[in-house]
């Protein structure tokens, strides 16, 4: 009914209106609008509106659909909407060798700038690894040809997919070179095909330079690939490190690289414990206690930590360490010496897991709740009164702790052998001020003013008049003063708005999803969300593209100055203060 009713309005003589409905169509996700987006596009002339067909079918219909949408031959106008439509394909994890053909063909010229970032995006994160070794002659000459660093940093991820170890030279020169960080970040992410013993000098270079978005995108990949033999470089890298989550990240590394090594874990585990004393702040304390998760002993500390509550962020870092602890390998080692002592580690843990629940901390309560139900740890033979978490659950109803909410009610059904709940859709519970949209500017504009500079944005309220009123609505009471950014995912996003500095907090509202056919360009505002109309406070900006976004989340602005600011933001930094822009002016 929905779909018939979205074709009927179709019906105008207006562009936009056409285009809407198109865009309506591709949200409902159903394959009878597939059905239907084909009959359109036979009488459809408009190169716009055929675009955001091709985007709506690449998010409603069948493999057959892929494989015609791949095999047509459009005008340069039309290429566009083409590519997202593939792209919309792949994210629903159906891809064939004709999509990827006409993406290739696409990123070699045959579409706008628009069109290439979906096209390269595509083959970089999505295409069939053989597919891409078939065609890897072809890609690295696209790659070589091509000058926009957003699509070179996806064409490079293809181009290592398809090579493997003969990607080095090419990996080798990019990281040396002064191309943009985006870039290099995208090779980091993709090293698993390189020889880590060829690489590691480079990476240890970067994990210690000063760019933010490359020194903790280098020390991640040490994470992963780094091993033994390379401890005197890491050891000597963690004092040298600038950046100080790639220090934390380094340390939680060699923290990992010196176990069942007594003295140097002594030794490792002090220089945690002075850096963590000497932190500059809580965000920082909060990264160096999950280096603490390789030493089961010092669950007592991080218990103390979660006990003491005195910032969020500590609190809900030192139960994640917790609870990843819990889950590891070393556990029952640990468990079976400190029995020797009287010590009953899995006692000890419970009861940590217990009172977090009972703090009626929304993250607290969520991750405890969380690790109770995992049939491997076997609590439910532990457990036998479940009232605990019945008082939890009833005290877990306003909108702001629904994590918490549907984290005990999938609890109590595990521990009840009841079937999971069908939980009842959030309820927005802030609806739109239309009186206070009606006086907001069509291009209206604010200033983030944050501890690295300004940061001057467009609001787009036409798309998003809920989001907006409220966003400003938080500005004018003063909400994002003084609250610091706790989430940087380098050449992706930077995140604020949490009351709380950890991620689980928010205002007393929340406010319905507002999707559009805006696209996630870099320099993207949107509102972070735990499912459809659960937004309120919690805001980002994209550092690139990011078209897998489109249309799931709420873009309601962009940076029309500073993105340079937005590229050095880290965990945290400070929003100083924000500020409405007078268009009248």
Same mark, same amino acid.
């Given at each position: ?42 009488a459809? =002339? ?13 998010k ?5 659909? !892929?494989?015609?949408l791949?095999?047509?031959? !459009? ?19 159906m ?58 940093s #996806?064409?490079?991820?293809a ?39 060829k ?10 330079g ?12 040490? #994470? ?21 989550r ?34 500059r702040?809580?965000? =920082? ?68 897991f217990?009172?977090a ?24 033979? =532990? ?17 702001? #702790? ?35 949209v009606?006086?907001?500017?069509p ?10 500079? =300004? ?116 965990v ?14």
């Amino acid at each position: 009914e929905i779909v018939d009713s979205i074709v009927l309005a179709m019906d105008s003589e207006f562009d936009l209106i056409r285009m809407a409905g198109a865009f309506a169509l591709g949200q409902t996700c159903h394959a009878s609008a597939a059905i239907q987006i084909r009959k359109l596009l036979e009488a459809e =002339e408009k190169p716009l509106v055929r675009g955001m067909l091709y985007d709506a079918l690449g998010k409603s219909g069948s493999m057959e659909d !892929l494989d015609w949408l791949g095999e047509q031959d !459009l005008k340069l106008q039309e290429t566009e909407g083409q590519a997202m439509g593939v792209f919309r394909f792949a994210l629903r994890g159906m891809t064939t060798d004709i999509g990827n053909d006409r993406m290739l063909v696409l990123c070699a010229g045959g579409t706008s700038v628009a069109g290439l970032i979906y096209a390269s995006y595509h083959l970089g994160r999505y295409a069939a690894r053989e597919w891409l070794q078939t065609n890897a002659i072809h890609l690295r000459q696209v790659l070589d040809k091509e000058k926009n660093s957003m699509v070179r940093s #996806q064409l490079v991820k293809a181009v290592i997919k398809a090579e493997d170890e003969k990607a080095w030279p090419l990996v080798e020169y990019i990281l040396k070179s002064d191309e943009d960080y985006r870039v290099k970040v995208n090779i980091l992410s993709s090293l698993q095909l390189i020889p880590w013993n060829k690489a590691s000098g480079i990476v240890y270079d970067l994990a210690i330079g000063e760019d933010p978005n490359l020194a903790v995108a280098a020390a991640e990949a040490i #994470q992963k690939y780094a091993v033994y033999s390379d401890l005197s470089t890491h050891l000597k890298a963690i004092d040298k490190a600038v950046n100080w989550r790639s220090r934390a990240l380094l340390l939680d590394k060699g923290m990992e690289l010196v176990q069942g090594k007594k003295s140097l874990s002594k030794k490792l585990e002090k220089k945690v414990m002075e850096y963590y004393t000497k932190a500059r702040h809580d965000s =920082e304390k909060g990264w160096l206690l999950k280096a603490l998760r390789h030493n089961i002993l010092k669950y007592e500390f991080l218990a103390m930590e979660v006990k003491t509550g005195n910032s969020p962020v500590i609190t809900t870092n030192a139960l994640e360490t917790l609870v990843g602890m819990r889950k590891g390998e070393q556990f029952m080692d640990a468990k079976l010496s400190l029995e020797k002592e009287g010590i009953d580690l899995e006692a000890e843990f419970l009861k940590i897991f217990t009172h977090a629940i009972a703090s009626g901390d929304v993250a607290m309560v969520s991750l405890a709740a969380g690790i109770l139900r995992d049939p491997e740890l076997k609590f439910k033979a =532990e457990i036998s009164d479940f009232d605990f978490l019945k008082t939890a659950l009833s005290n877990s109803q306003n909108p702001d #702790q629904i994590e918490a909410r549907n984290e005990l009610a999938y609890t109590l059904a595990f521990f009840m052998d009841k079937q999971i709940p069908a939980m009842s859709p959030p309820v927005f519970n802030h609806p739109i001020d239309w009186d206070r949209v009606s006086q907001i500017h069509p291009e209206q504009q604010l200033a983030i003013i944050t501890n690295k500079g =300004e940061v001057l944005v467009q609001l787009n309220v036409n798309w998003c008049p809920g989001t907006v009123s409220a966003f400003m609505e938080l500005i004018e009471r003063g909400y994002f003063n003084g609250k610091a950014i706790h989430r940087v995912v380098p050449n992706f996003v930077v995140q604020d708005g949490c009351s709380r500095g950890d991620g689980w907090g928010g205002p007393e509202f929340t406010i319905r999803s507002e999707f559009s056919p805006a696209p996630f360009i870099g320099g993207t505002l949107a509102m972070a969300s735990a499912g459809k109309d659960t937004e309120g406070s919690q805001w980002y900006f994209t550092h690139s593209p990011t078209p897998h976004l489109d249309g799931k989340y709420t873009n309601f602005g962009y940076v029309i100055e500073g993105m340079d600011v937005v590229h050095l933001l880290e965990v945290g930094d400070v929003i100083q203060r924000m500020e409405i822009i007078d268009m009248n002016q």
